[in-house]
């Protein structure tokens, strides 16, 4: 009698038929270089032979490269992973490559209705201009050159002009403070910065002057600046003058016709940085090579998530997050990048799928606590847009909880491929996530992603399945980071990932990987509830406590101070009119009990008006826990780098009360 449960979806054999992988496993047979019958069989060839799975990458891909792609791997040690070395490329190459298409590179919806398409050809026309202006400022391959930028087409084609000439980029949104803005710019000395002069939320402008200002000031290295009129505010321009800054604008800087002359770069050339999330300290730059993120991103938007040039892919989010460099991934297969800039609440929670249905997405992702406060509102957003077009949903940010996948196939669409997915900034992407060609089960992410070597590891180093265990990466992937800069002799980057196995990445979560290739995420390992030896992921308890209709959100932190026993309160935010009185406090106990088990009853439950969380939707359980455990507020957590920062306003009261209640 098997024990396996009913599917919510499964593709059919049209959907089979037309899937990307399955043009892929038809390509490597007929090519004779792997035989791999179903998605299972090539996930285990794809992580048994990288080198032979990545070269097909590049080949079924025609990845525009020079040069000779043997070895594909000439150092498979981490890390120091040594990719393609011989070959030469340009992440630019690969997306203008597809400048004749007819359907729009790019489609831009603000809050306020405002929407606009951008065709390749005139999108190339700007980048090529950009990039001429770059270097007639001095920018050099290698040189950075940074953002302060909300989610607009701008910030897509600052990126793609910086990359097209070998200088390095990096963005960080409007929204944070300018002390988050220059830990991280500071880090790295860029030489230009392409700045809005404010941006617009929830039908209120924030001018961002003043904030430039400083930015002008804080980074020594600037020469330039280019400046963008993205409200309509006076454009004061700010004290650059003082410092000998060069000052432009938008338009002078992308008017005329220039050549298209991308720089052909070595394969792991930096790209891009990226940062740690820097909610406890200064975040952590993390450099990612050109090549790299080319194969990783054309695996993944094509085989993963089976999109295709014709096809509109929007991911919500903002360029604080690595999502919206897996948004703009879309362009490296053809598809038209969908972006939406703006408070996804206004004026209600049904605007995204409004915007869904108005762009035509064909797939349309967001973080799971968009769909999360979908589901707590019981919205139908089926019987409020059309959304005819859209073929899959894509969640990430934080473990997707069953009831949510209950109403995504009963409110949104019953036919749709959902893609559950989970990764991050470390190698901007997923290693668990979805396949067109898979079941999609309820509570649990469908798959390990393809070149990825996820495995479950037990407190002594083995691998286990069907049992919860450490997420490890036992092989290299191309996409992983090619350094930290300015981290010498790579000591950030080994204590990051490499301190608790030498040789293998440790990835920072619970996992439990089914007997069906399934895998299911608990939370941050290093956030995890320990009760009596029994360990637990938070969002196990999320999920039972956060099913009451009386709760809307919750946070968990498990405190175990020096010489004492473990304590355990648990943070609420209640749904309109609810109270916690000793009856509903006696009702959540009583579900953790039931749900879980008894060792994981909280000993307190107390409620607050608001979770804190990070701009990706991410609950700040470590930092949080810090701060009850005595830390101070500058070493547990760091404001600018919060989504809600008054939120935790109310956790530096308490820590103060529990403070004092340990010492007395």
């Not at 001095?138 to 930028?149: C, F, I």
């Not at 097209?164 to 300018?178: E, F, N, Q, T």
């Not at 000052?247 to 991308?262: I, K, M, R, Y």
């Not at 036992?474 to 990932?497: C, E, H, R, V």
Request: glycine share 8%; hydrophobic share 40%.
């Amino acid at each position: 009698m098997s024990d396996q449960p009913e599917p919510l979806w499964q593709p059919d054999a049209t959907a089979l038929a037309r899937a990307n992988v399955t043009a892929f496993c038809q390509w490597l047979h007929a090519q004779q270089r792997a035989e791999c019958h179903d998605y299972h069989a090539l996930w285990t060839w794809s992580v048994e032979s990288p080198g032979a799975f990545w070269t097909a990458i590049a080949d079924f891909f025609d990845l525009p490269a020079t040069g000779d792609k043997t070895p594909a791997l000439a150092s498979s040690s981490m890390p120091g992973a040594r990719w393609f070395e011989n070959l030469r490329v340009n992440y630019v190459d690969q997306v203008y490559r597809h400048a004749d298409l007819t359907t729009p590179a790019v489609i831009y919806s603000s809050e306020d209705g405002e929407q606009q398409a951008l065709s390749w050809r005139a999108m190339q026309t700007q980048v090529a201009a950009l990039a001429r202006t770059l270097r007639e400022l001095g920018v050099k391959p290698g040189d950075r050159v940074v953002a302060y930028l909300q989610n607009v087409p701008e910030a897509i084609i600052a990126f793609h002009a910086a990359a097209s000439i070998g200088a390095v980029w990096s963005v960080c949104a409007p929204d944070l403070g300018v002390n988050g803005v220059l830990d991280r710019f500071q880090q790295i000395e860029p030489k230009v910065l392409i700045a809005g002069n404010g941006y617009r939320y929830g039908g209120k402008d924030y001018p961002r002057d003043t904030a430039i200002d400083e930015l002008l000031h804080g980074l020594p290295s600037l020469t330039a600046w280019i400046r963008i009129a993205c409200i309509e505010h006076a454009n004061r321009p700010a004290g650059a003058s003082s410092r000998n800054v060069r000052q432009l604008t938008w338009d002078d800087a992308v008017t005329g016709e220039a050549p298209w002359q991308p720089q052909s770069l070595a394969f792991s050339h930096p790209l891009w940085i990226v940062y740690s999330s820097g909610t406890t300290g200064k975040p952590k730059a993390i450099v990612h090579g050109h090549g790299g993120i080319v194969l990783e991103h054309l695996k993944q938007i094509s085989l993963q998530m089976d999109i295709g040039a014709g096809d509109r892919f929007m991911w919500y989010s903002s360029t604080a997050w690595m999502m919206w460099n897996y948004n703009i991934a879309g362009l490296l297969v053809g598809a038209t990048v969908c972006l939406y800039d703006g408070n996804p609440g206004r004026p209600d929670m049904y605007r995204l799928w409004q915007v869904a249905a108005e762009m035509r997405l064909t797939h349309f992702g967001a973080g799971a606590a968009f769909f999360d406060a979908c589901t707590q509102a019981d919205m139908v957003p089926a019987e409020h847009a059309d959304l005819s077009s859209l073929r899959a949903l894509g969640a990430t940010g934080s473990p997707l909880t069953s009831p949510v996948y209950d109403w995504i196939y009963s409110r949104v669409s019953a036919q749709l491929y959902l893609s559950s997915i989970s990764g991050g900034t470390d190698f901007a992407s997923a290693c668990v996530g979805g396949s067109p060609t898979l079941p999609v089960y309820r509570g649990e992410i469908t798959c390990r992603s393809l070149g990825c070597a996820v495995e479950a590891f037990d407190d002594a180093g083995n691998s286990v399945i069907d049992e919860v265990g450490e997420l490890v990466i036992t092989q290299p992937m191309p996409s992983m980071p090619i350094y930290f800069w300015n981290d010498a002799d790579n000591a950030k980057y080994l204590d990051s990932y490499f301190s608790s196995y030498p040789g293998i990445w440790r990835h920072g979560d619970w996992i439990r990987i089914t007997s069906r290739g399934s895998c299911i995420i608990y939370g941050r390992s290093d956030s995890t509830i320990n009760r009596q030896g029994i360990r637990m992921g938070t969002s196990e308890l999320y999920q039972v406590v956060e099913s009451l209709p009386e709760v809307v959100d919750s946070l968990v932190v498990d405190l175990e101070f020096l010489g004492r026993d473990s304590y355990l309160p648990l943070f609420v935010v209640l749904a309109a009119g609810a109270e916690l009185d000793e009856r509903l406090m006696a009702r959540i106990k009583q579900a953790v009990r039931n749900g879980l088990s008894p060792r994981h009853v909280p000993n307190d439950v107390f409620a607050v008006t608001d979770i804190p969380r990070t701009f990706s939707g991410k609950k700040m359980e470590i930092p949080v826990r810090r701060l009850l455990l005595g830390r101070d507020e500058a070493d547990a957590i760091n404001r600018d780098t919060m989504a809600n920062p008054a939120s935790i306003e109310w956790f530096i009261r308490f820590a103060a009360r529990l403070s004092a209640q340990q010492s007395a």
